[in-house]
């Protein structure tokens, strides 16, 4: 972002790339992708505070720092990684929408980012996943160097790390074989990699779903395999997302000990979130935008479905744009609020609320941060509003103001439906003329 008067993007439609990049951190704030943009939101103010703008490339992945210190402590610089499509990662000091870090290296070649992670001891690192080639690699943020990098000769797409041990991590590729890191430390290559295994989907009668590869052309059958995540509760269990499917893997007997399967009725997973501190509790979005709550049978893992939230219950028209929610996050300290973007940038946030009678559960949309659904034909600032207001008319036939000091929409309009608004007009502070 340039020196000067700070601005502000206000959000439209997402990019397909900005899918799943979405992230709530500890700080109680939401960071989501917009194209090459970056939105900060808060989601107790259900409002945008900040922009951030640098990236050449639609973004891909977001990560806030694991720092969680006190706001007035000088040293608080509320720090965020972004990773876009042409492998470039900044590191943000979010409250001055400025630059820390530039993590872009010559030994790693351009492509994009399919995973960030901070380390959890040592705040001054970031592991990334490359693809292009297939590269982990460890970033220093302090002077943007590469601490050390290791080559795959699969293309990998997920990695987590053990919030146990941090020496230990768990890589995934795209047809989801499996590596297991021993020594995952700052100052060295790791080299203890276990054997590769493969995670395919099962039967509800066998649940013995990890071996190792003995044949690498059975492997290259499986393409389901979404993403995998080591229990934040729980030592030893891993839980791996298929596109039907959800394995819970205890990595001390080497053995799936659960599993969560679904109906033909239901739309495949796209992303899965479990919780630190309710951990019997566990969010999904599937591919039609709908999302799901899980909770876990005593005594068990095995889970049951608690409730399912529709976009299309909410927003009568959803169906006709065809909006679907593109990525979810929950809450570090309130892990039962689920903030969701949608593809036409309106940011929801749901609680997952419980009645103690009948245990029967709700997820409940509570805010919603509105934008503009559609590209901009004409707009026009107000001279009647000091407070900076403008009309917009839009390719789809509506027109929304704005308020672009708080970055509200404060109303929305259907004109002329599926035709572009060709100009408006503000004739006084409450009236507005528009043609077609």
Not at 150 to 178: K, M, Q, Y
Not at 405 to 421: N, Q
Request: positive net charge.
């Amino acid at each position: 972002m340039s020196a000067g008067v700070p601005y502000k993007i206000f959000p439209g439609p997402l990019h397909v790339s900005n899918s799943c990049c979405i992230d709530w951190g500890w700080q109680n704030l939401v960071a989501y992708a917009a194209h090459s943009y970056i939105i900060i939101f808060d989601p107790n103010q259900n409002k945008q505070i900040q922009t951030l703008d640098a990236h050449a490339h639609p973004v891909v992945k977001v990560k806030w720092s694991l720092e969680n210190l006190e706001l007035d402590d000088p040293r608080y610089k509320l720090l965020l990684a972004s990773g876009d499509m042409g492998g470039n990662i900044i590191i943000w000091n979010v409250i001055e929408a400025s630059v820390v870090a530039n993590l872009n290296a010559k030994e790693v070649s351009p492509g994009p980012i399919n995973e960030l992670q901070w380390h959890p001891s040592n705040p001054s690192l970031l592991a990334a996943i490359h693809s292009s080639p297939s590269t982990l690699v460890l970033w220093n943020i302090s002077n943007a160097n590469i601490q050390w990098k290791r080559d795959f000769a699969e293309p990998l797409v997920s990695f987590s790390i053990n919030p146990f041990d941090s020496t230990h991590v768990c890589l995934a590729t795209v047809l989801g074989w499996i590596y297991f890191v021993r020594d995952f430390k700052a100052d060295s290559q790791p080299t203890q990699v276990d054997h590769k295994y493969t995670i395919s989907s099962l039967s509800q009668s066998n649940l013995s779903s990890a071996k190792k590869v003995t044949n690498k052309t059975e492997t290259e059958k499986r393409s389901d395999f979404i993403a995998m995540s080591f229990s934040p509760s729980t030592r030893n269990i891993m839980y791996f997302l298929l596109e039907r499917r959800i394995l819970v893997f205890d990595l001390s007997i080497h053995q799936a000990i659960g599993s969560i399967g679904l109906d033909r009725t239901r739309a495949a997973f796209k992303q899965m979130l479990l919780c630190r501190d309710n951990a019997d509790l566990m969010f999904c979005l599937h591919k039609d935008g709908s999302i799901t709550s899980w909770k876990k049978k005593q005594g068990t893992y095995s889970y049951e479905l608690k409730c399912v939230m529709d976009l299309v219950r909410f927003n009568k028209q959803a169906r006709k744009k065809g909006l679907s929610i593109l990525g979810i996050s929950n809450g570090k300290i309130q892990e039962k609020k689920i903030s969701a973007i949608s593809n036409d940038g309106t940011m929801w946030v749901i609680t997952h609320k419980e009645e103690s009678l009948n245990r029967r559960a709700r997820l409940v949309p509570k805010g919603m941060m509105g934008a503009l659904s559609s590209s901009i034909s004409s707009l026009s600032v107000s001279n009647f509003h000091p407070n900076g207001m403008v009309a917009v008319g839009t390719h789809a036939g509506t027109l929304a103001v704005l308020n672009m000091t708080d970055s509200t929409v404060c109303g929305l309009f259907l004109l002329v439906r599926e035709r572009p608004v060709r100009g408006v007009r503000w004739i006084s502070k409450s009236k507005i003329i528009s043609f077609t």
